[in-house]
Structures are given as C-alpha cells and as structure tokens.
C-alpha cells in the first residue's frame, strides 16, 4: 500500500489581485507500506497543501499522485480510502461520540453489529470507552483530539493523514499524544502522512521526516539523518539550532577531512569528498561544542551566559564570530561569567560539512 | 504566443474545474438545476422585459417609446414622470433612513424603556403586505378619514392639499420602508467600537465634535447602503403609489397602466427599463462598493461595553421621537383591524362583521390559493437558495460570480419588470429556452453516463428521434393520451427491471411512471371534490372544497417542460449503477420519454398556471435565502464538511447528514422570511393571476378599487395573521432546538439588506 508523489505541482489562480501562487512546487516522494512520513516546515511552506493533494481536497496542477500503481490525481476525497484526522478536530457538533466514530462506517452501510464491534474496539484504543452518548460539547481537548483520531482510525484506511492533530493542545498532553499515536500507528501499521511545524513532534513520530520550504523538500530523511547531516543550511537552522562556521577544505588524510577553521586544522571523519581549496560550511550544534577553563582548540569570550537548568547557554565570541554552546553534562556546575575566557572545542566526531553551493 | 498560451491554459483551467465538479452527479446536477432555473425564470424574463421595448407587438424594431421622451407631446408628460420617481425615492429614502437611524439610535444608544416592543414594532412593517400603511393612512387621514375627518371635521372641497400627491406618498413609504434603514444602522452601531468614542473623548472632543468627527464617518457606509436600498424599494413600490399618489404619477403606476389599462407591452417594457436603469445602477453601487467600504463590519461580533447616551437632551428627544412613530404604527395598525369591522368607513363608525363574512365567503378562495401558493413556493425556494448558497460559498468555479448576482438579480428589481418579463416570456412557448434547455438536459445525459463518443451519439440521436417522433402523437392522442403512453412506459420498464431482474431500483421507475400516469389520475379524485363542492351551497366551505380540487392537481400535474428536467436528473442517478447493455437501453429511453415531453403541445406557456405564481414567488424570496444560507454556511468550518468527505461520505450525503442540520435554523428563518414574502407580494405577480388563481393582495387592490375599503382592510389584516402565525411558529420550533442543543448557527433573525 505504498504512496508515490512523483513531481506534484500545485499553483493557486490569482485571485483579487495576487499573482498566482506555487504552493507545492514539482515534488516527489515514496510513502512505503507502514511508514509514518511527516511533513515538517515553516507556516506556509506547502506542507499543508502537499496533504490536501494527497487527502483529494485539492487536485495537483501538474505530476501525479499513484496509490498502490494507480493514479489518484483527480479522484474526489470520499474514493481514495483515505481518513483525515483534522487540525481542527472538526468533530461533528450534532452527533455524540458513537456517531462520530460510527460515521464513516454508516457511510459504508456496514452491518450495525460490526459497527458496534469496530466503535467499541478503536474506542478502546484511544481510551475513550464509556464516552459513547457524551456531545463532543462536553469533552475536553485531549478527548475531542482522541474522538478524532479515533474516527480515522475505525475506517482502516489506506493511509492516515493528520493535520497538525495535536496544535491545539497543551505542551503536556502533546506530550502524551504523541507517544499514543506513534503506539497506535505501530501497532496498526498504518500508512500515515503526519504534518507538523513542531520539529520535536517530527523527530519523536516519524520514520521519516520530509523537511519542506518554500513548497520544495529540502531534505528526506530519519529524525538522525535530518538533525546530525542536514543537507541545506535552511534544514540545519530548521531543526534544532545550529552555529555555521565557515571553513576550507585543506586536505584528506586516511579517508578524513581537513578543513581549516578559524586557522587551525581539523580532521573530520565520515565526511563527503569535498576538493581540496573548497569553502565549506560546518554545521556545529550548541552541545557539540565543549567548553571548558583551560585549553581548547580555540580561545574565546563569554558574551552571554544563561543557565537553564538542564542546560548551561552560552554565545562565545571566537576569532570574531559568536558561537553558541549549550553545557549539558551535569557534572559542569560552574556557570562562566560574561567576559570570562574560556577554552573552546568541537566534538569533531559529530560536526557535519556542508559545501557552499 | 504567450498570450494564445496563457489563454488555453485559461479555458484549460476552467474546463478542469467543470470536470471536476462533473464527477459527483449530484453537486454537478444542483449546479446545473440551479443555473437552469435562474437562467429561465430570472435572466431570461428580465432580458425579454428589457428588450421588448425596442420591438413592436408585430416584432419590428421601433424606439417610438423611447423617442417619446424627447417630443414635444408626450415628452413633458414622461418627463415629469421621471422626475417624480426620483424625487419619490429621494425624499422616501432620505426621511426612512433618518428615521431609521433615530430608531436605530435609540434603541442602542439610549436605553428606552420597552426596547423589545420598540423592535418587534420596527419590523412589523416588514412583515404587512407593501400597501397595507396606504390603506390606513388614507382610512385616518383620507378625505374621510377618522382623525382628519370626524375627530377634526376637516373637508376637502376640489383641489384643496389632501394626503393623496407626494407629500401623502413619502409618507406612507418612510413607514412602510424604513425598517430595512433600521436594521442596517442598528447592527452598524451595534458593532461601532465604542472605544473609538470613548479614545475621542478622552482627548477631549465634546459630543456634537465626536459625532461629527467619529461617529458619523463611521456610520456613512451604513447611511449610504440603506439610502441606496430605500431609493431602489421606493422606485420598485407599486402598492402605495397606486393607491395614494393622487394626481402625482410615478414610473411604477405608469408601468402598471401601460400594462392594465393599454395592453401596451412595448410601452410598459419601455419604461421598465428606463427603471431597471437606476435600480440597477444603486444594485450594483451597493454590492460592489458600499459593502466593501464598510470600516465597522470587519470588526465582526459585536463588543462588550455598548456607551450609553448620557446626555438628556441628545438622549430624550431621540426616545420621544422614537416612541412617536412607535404610536403611530400602532395607530395605523389598529386603523386597518377596526377598518376591517367598520360599517361604511367615513360616514357610518358602527362595528359590523359583514365585511370579513363576505371575504371568508367570496374572498376565500384568493386566500387558499394565496396560502397553498405561498407554502409550496417555499420549501422550493429555500431549497434552491440553500444550493446556492452552499455553492458559491464552499465550491470553486468559473460563473460563480454570475450565479450569485442573478440568484440576487430577481429579487433587487422591480417585481413589475419582472411580472412583465413572466408574461412576456411564457404567453407563448419561448422556444429557444425549450431547445436549449433539452439541448443541455440531452448533453448532460449522455456525457455523465457514457464516455464513449459512439455510445453518446447513439443514445443522444436514437433517444431525440423517438422522443420528437413520439411527439407528434400528441395531436392524436392529445396531451392526456401522451402522458397516459409515456407513464405506462415507465411503469413498464420499472416492473421489468423490478421482476424480471429482480432490482430494487425498479420500484423507483415504477413510481416516476406512476408519477406521469397520476397526471391524469388525478382528475378522479379532483373531480368527485369539485362536484362535491357544486353541491353544497354557495359560501365558505363550497369555495374552500373546491379550490382544494384545484391544489391537489397541481402536485401532480406539472408542466411537461418542468417535468423533463425531473425526469432526467432521476433517470441519471438511477441509470449509473446499471451496465452495458441496459444502460444503454435506458438512457435513450428516458431521452425519448424527455424529448416526447419537451416538445409537446405549447410548453413553458405558463400564464394562467399556478406554476407561473410558484415560479414568480420563488425568483422574488431567493436572494434572502441565499443570504441567510450563505451567512450560516460561513460561520461553520469546513473541516467539517472535508472530515465527512475524508470518511467516504460524497457531497450529497455530507449535505443532508452534516451541512443541512447545521444551517436548519438559518434554513427555518429562510423559510419564514420567503412565506413571508410569498404572502405579501404584490407588484410581481399582479399581472400574472387569473380567474382561476386569485392572490389576496390583487384582490385588495381590485376590492379597493371598487371602494371596497373595508374588504381590503379584512385581506391585509388575514395576511398580517397568517404571516405572525408563521413567525410565532418559527420563534417556537427555532427556540426548542437551540435551547436542546449547543451548537449551530445561532443568529437566525432574517437579515433584510
């Protein structure tokens, strides 16, 4: 039950005076049986869009969308055996809970037991049994969101698409959402397409994350292959925060790297072949960076110093440029004052090169 | 070449959306039913009014009509004629909208004691029919009016200033208009951020200063759209003028006489455009600008903390003004119930009931077929309006803006060009609207079922050929014979498919056949109620009983034309789930069933049918359906409606489960409204009634005529009845359903705009 993209186009007809818009721009991508693939990136970078082409809300204006080999393009919404679990949970305000869940089944004039049977089993599984006669009025978010997810869920679809599902909720039972319906989706194997702007949500759900910008995919890949090897500038800033030092590639030795950063070499394994007298970037995130009294690779300042208690913050001016770091280890008590020179290196292991292209 | 590119593209584009839409029959079908239905009954009539003057009855091009505004012996005549409308609307709307707006006011801004009773009275003109404030206008302050004439003995010798003229006329229409004034300007200072105010105030600005400066401003887009509206209502009314302008003639009464009292068509379609000009210039002026100037709507729901006018003497003058008018409307009121039981009003005061026993005897039947007209147009009224709406808010495609404007278009001119374009339009078969709309009926068949080209010819020309040939038997057998052979078509091929096939789907063609055959059924049981009611004697019940005859057989006997579109919509979404074959078989059945009745005998010649009535009913009522639906569908997210289409549900079922118990309470108040509309309309449908369909409020304009005052007085005070029953009705049913349920569309008051 595998879901293929291949070169979606989307452009809005301009309207009251906007020029027309390229929403989703020439994008391709392969959805395998069981994955759970998010869509991540800013406000407005198409991800959305990329749903509602996928869900039969909107029809791509050029490509094609094949489920299983066939192509879906212009297929309207209610033929694809596809379940949307919206933003907006859009419970049916008139229907109690068992009707909600029940709808899509009553669509399909299921038999009324097996209606029952289905409800009362998915019910189970978001913990909602006992709600069954209760007007969505009188749920909470966390149920609402549970009522929602629940009447995706009794359809078994094809593939599960959710909208920001859990956007609505407070930070806790985010939290917990999120670890129930990757759960769920594991145990049930469902095909699911998650969008999100929260890079914690991406990371903690997905197999895979599809980073998205400007209606193009920057970067396809695991939740460690985004944070530890993103593939553009935008991804790295994206996801989680990043320091960009750049560097030139001054050699190769035994399959390693050496660059020259802020005039002195480094060695850096794992690395792809950039030529030798190429600008390059490093990617060095802020607990890459380790900092301590005496020695160091590089000398710098304090500027700035904020402990947050499970971690210690700091922007430290090297060779001119401003380097945050982030102290995680719990044995570094001691909080660097501001104007304090301190000693500065990068866990050479775990920095990424970019070339500047 | 870019340009040639960007065009096919263009038509590419639009083509897609149709296709599109085209995969689900039925939201392709409700689209194609409503633009068919605006298309015959509201673009074409209008455009055969606004043509037909340049033609004479004998079809030669003339501008005699025109011309005879710049002559010198009629032109004086016609100038004044003109003049007189614009300074009519002029004065009506500038009086109505300050007196709106003092209202409006008041009940905001001042606290008056009694509010509610100040609302409910405001709106009751809306709700009587348009003439109803003439009638007792001239029965308190007429020649032999009770307060001009009795309580104050005046007398009116010969050419002495009477209420009749002007003076008389702007008066009765600021009453009777000024409520839409009201309304607008109270949801606008409803809605006025009294921080504004106050943020004025604080630096220092006195009252007047802050009025001047912030309030008015402010308020302006609201002052102009319902000038704007009042001017187009006042140019539109038929009812007052004709019946208290005196000596003063304006383009509606001039209209009105071309039509009643010289049969002159061009000469009436003639002036209709010289009215349909201005209407529609203020039309378009309100839609496309004053709404989008509006600063105080976009704020949305109303805020908190309303100012109360402090000032005694802003606020008391407002209060007394307002209760001023509050006492006059009950007066007028109360002049037409006790006109109504009034001996001989002028010279004999003494109660009697003589005059309501000779409407419920004589009069009866104008208000069955009043009522039965009314409520039938309703429901199919709403309806429409609710498709639409549903359409143009939820759905994209190209000609939305069109359907929107002409779903708008029937209601915003004046009834009388539409009632001329009615009679213009189905006095005779209109055969291109009939060619055309079996040419679109045929296409659609043929391109929802197959999408083969060779399948399509075969259906589309074998279906025509049978169908136009079996046609032509309608001289045999006459329209009767026909319908008797079709219907048992039907009947025929549902049992086969029923029995032999043994689907269930046969039971629907059954009843479609059985449907054409009640056509003429119907006759027996009609007729024993029609012999029943000559054998009783001359009165209330023999003339109820026997109009009842009458309105059974309009349920069943629709006119061929309208039945065509019937029959394909229900033969496509029954055909679809058939194959090959009998799918086949089917189809160019049904066409040559559609074709059979398409063009039989004299189709859509619609004068003198009831259907004609329905029709004008529905074209006048829709524009206020299509608000409320579209101000309902507005406030409700459409994740809702895309979750039910996520669940597998199609449009249609996503309509009647999700969409349409969300918007019922905007659905009642359309009802109500449109009823209401029904109930009091007179200036569309005074041409278009007939010995056989009476309406109430032509036939108080024909009672008052013969001086029939008093009768008239009976009529307007059985419609304003009917019409508060209804509402009352609505307040219950809607109140009992929100208060069971917290959820909905709540603001169901029928917005007039």
């Known amino acids: ?357 | 070449m870019t340009l040639k590119l960007s065009f096919m593209d263009h038509w590419r584009r639009r083509y897609r959306e149709f296709a599109i839409i085209a995969q689900d029959p039925v939201l392709w079908m409700s689209l194609l039913f409503c633009a068919i239905f605006l298309f015959i009954f509201v673009f074409y009539p209008i455009l055969r009014t606004a043509s037909n003057g340049f033609f004479t009855s004998e079809g030669q091009f003339s501008l005699e009509h025109f011309a005879r505004y710049f002559d010198s012996y009629f032109g004086p005549l016609y100038r004044r004629v003109f003049t007189n409308t614009l300074l009519m609307g002029g004065l009506a709307a500038t009086v109505g909208t300050l007196v709106g707006f003092i209202f409006a006011y008041t009940v905001v801004r001042c606290n008056p004691p009694g509010k509610g009773l100040i609302h409910t009275l405001a709106l009751v003109p809306t709700v009587s029919p348009p003439f109803a404030i003439a009638l007792s206008t001239v029965l308190l302050f007429g020649r032999n009016g009770l307060i001009t004439h009795r309580w104050l003995g005046m007398t009116f010798p010969q050419g002495s200033n009477d209420i009749y003229g002007m003076d008389g006329l702007v008066f009765v229409q600021t009453i009777t208009f000024f409520s839409a004034a009201y309304l607008i300007l109270r949801a606008m200072l409803e809605r006025l951020d009294p921080s504004m105010e106050e943020a004025a105030e604080s630096m220092g600005a006195n009252r007047f200063h802050i009025f001047r400066t912030v309030t008015l401003p402010l308020l302006i887009p609201g002052l102009a759209g319902a000038f704007l509206l009042l001017f187009v209502e006042s140019l539109a009314d038929l009812g007052n003028p004709l019946f208290i302008s005196g000596n003063v003639t304006v383009l509606a009464t001039q209209i009105f006489l071309a039509v009643a009292g010289e049969y002159d068509y061009q000469k009436a379609s003639t002036l209709s455009l010289v009215l349909l000009i201005p209407t529609l210039i203020v039309f378009l002026l309100q839609r496309y600008y004053v709404t989008r100037r509006s600063y105080v709507s976009v704020t949305g729901k109303p805020s908190g903390g309303h100012v109360v006018e402090k000032e005694p003497w802003i606020r008391w003058p407002f209060v007394v003004v307002t209760y001023l008018v509050c006492a006059l409307i009950i007066l007028l009121y109360l002049a037409i119930i006790y006109g109504s039981f009034c001996r001989t009003w002028g010279v004999d005061f003494s109660l009697t009931l003589e005059w309501w026993r000779l409407m419920l005897t004589r009069g009866i039947e104008a208000i069955l077929d009043t009522t039965f007209l009314s409520l039938l147009a309703t429901p199919f009224a709403v309806l429409i309006g609710m498709i639409i709406a549903f359409l143009v808010v939820r759905k994209q495609f190209s000609g939305k803006g069109a359907l929107d404007f002409v779903s708008n278009l029937g209601g915003a001119v004046p009834g009388t060009i539409l009632g001329i374009g009615f009679v213009l339009a189905f006095s005779t078969p209109p055969m291109i609207v009939v060619v055309l709309l079996y040419v679109v009926l045929a296409l659609f068949l043929g391109c929802t079922l197959f999408h083969e080209k060779r399948q399509q010819l075969i259906v589309l020309l074998l279906g025509s050929a049978v169908g136009i040939g079996l046609s032509f038997l309608d001289d045999i057998l006459g329209l009767t014979g026909l319908y008797d052979l079709l219907g048992g078509a039907v009947v025929a091929a549902g049992l086969y498919l029923w029995l032999k096939l043994g689907q269930a789907r046969g039971r629907i063609w059954v009843g479609i056949g059985a449907y054409l055959l009640a056509y003429n059924l119907v006759e027996f049981v009609a007729m024993p109620i029609a012999t029943l009611s000559r054998s009783l004697p001359r009165g209330f019940w023999s003339n109820a009983i026997f109009q009842l005859a009458d309105h059974i057989k309009v349920l069943f006997q629709l006119p061929p034309t309208l039945m065509t579109i019937v029959l394909i919509f229900a033969g496509v979404l029954l055909i679809q789930p058939e194959k090959g074959r009998v799918r086949l078989l089917l189809a160019t059945f049904i066409l040559a069933v559609t074709a059979a009745l398409s063009f039989t005998a004299m189709p859509l010649t619609l004068v003198g049918t009831p259907f004609i009535i329905l029709m004008a009913y529905a074209v006048r009522s829709l524009p206020a359906s299509v608000r409320s639906g579209v101000a309902a569908l507005q406030q409700i997210d459409p994740a809702i409606e895309e979750a039910s289409n996520s669940l597998g549900a199609d449009t249609q079922y996503t309509f009647r489960k999700i969409t349409l118990p969300l918007i019922l309470p905007a659905l009642l108040a359309g009802m109500i409204f449109s009823f209401t509309r029904h109930m009091t309309s007179v200036s569309a449908i005074i041409f278009l009634v007939s010995a056989r369909w009476r309406i109430v409020t032509a036939a108080i304009m024909s009672e008052w005529e013969q001086g029939g005052i008093s009768i008239a007085a009976a009529y307007s005070t059985t419609i304003i009845l009917f019409v508060l029953i209804a509402i009352g009705g609505l307040y219950f049913v809607t109140n009992r359903m929100l208060r069971s349920r917290e959820y909905g569309v709540r603001d169901v008051s029928p917005s007039i705009e």
């Open chain 1, 1 to 357: 039950m595998d879901l293929i993209l291949d070169a979606i186009t989307k452009t809005f007809p301009p309207r009251g005076g906007n020029a027309e818009v390229t929403a989703v721009d020439t994008i391709s991508l392969e959805i395998a049986e069981g994955e759970l693939v998010t869509l991540l990136g800013p406000s407005g970078c198409g991800k959305t869009t990329t749903l509602r082409l996928i869900a039969g809300f909107e029809f791509p204006t050029a490509g094609r969308i094949l489920l299983d080999g066939e192509e879906i393009n212009t297929r309207p919404p209610h033929k694809r055996d596809m379940a949307m679990v919206f933003q907006s949970y859009a419970i049916f305000p008139h229907l109690n809970v068992f009707e909600n869940i029940a709808y899509g089944l009553n669509v399909r004039r299921m038999p009324k037991a097996q209606i029952e049977e289905r409800v009362a089993r998915v019910m189970a599984l978001v913990r909602l049994s006992g709600y069954e006669k209760r007007a969505p009025n009188q749920l909470s978010g966390g149920q609402q969101q549970r009522v929602a997810l629940a009447r995706a869920l009794v359809m078994e679809p094809k593939v599960l698409l959710m909208d920001e599902p859990l956007s609505n909720l407070d930070a806790k039972l985010r939290e917990q959402m999120r670890t129930e319906i990757r759960h769920i989706q594991q145990s049930l194997g469902i095909t699911s397409v998650y969008v999100t702007h929260d890079q914690i949500e991406a990371m903690t759900l997905s197999d895979r994350v599809v980073v998205m910008n400007s209606g193009r995919i920057e970067q396809v890949g695991s939740p460690v292959e985004v944070y530890r090897r993103p593939q553009t500038r935008f991804v790295a800033d994206f996801i989680g925060r990043a320091n960009f030092v750049a560097g030139t590639v001054c050699g190769r030795e035994n399959g390693m790297l050496v660059v020259d950063v802020f005039g002195q070499p480094l060695k850096l394994a794992g690395q792809e072949p950039h030529p030798v007298g190429a600008a390059v970037t490093l990617i060095v995130r802020p607990e890459m960076i380790q900092v301590r009294t005496e020695g160091g690779t590089y000398r710098g300042i304090v500027r700035r110093a904020a402990y947050l208690g499970d971690a210690i913050d700091y922007d430290i001016e090297v060779a001119g440029q401003l380097l945050t770091t982030s102290e995680t280890n719990p044995l570094q008590t001691e909080v660097y004052a501001e104007g304090t020179s301190v000693g500065v290196s990068f866990y050479e292991a775990c920095v990424h090169v970019l070339g500047s292209a």
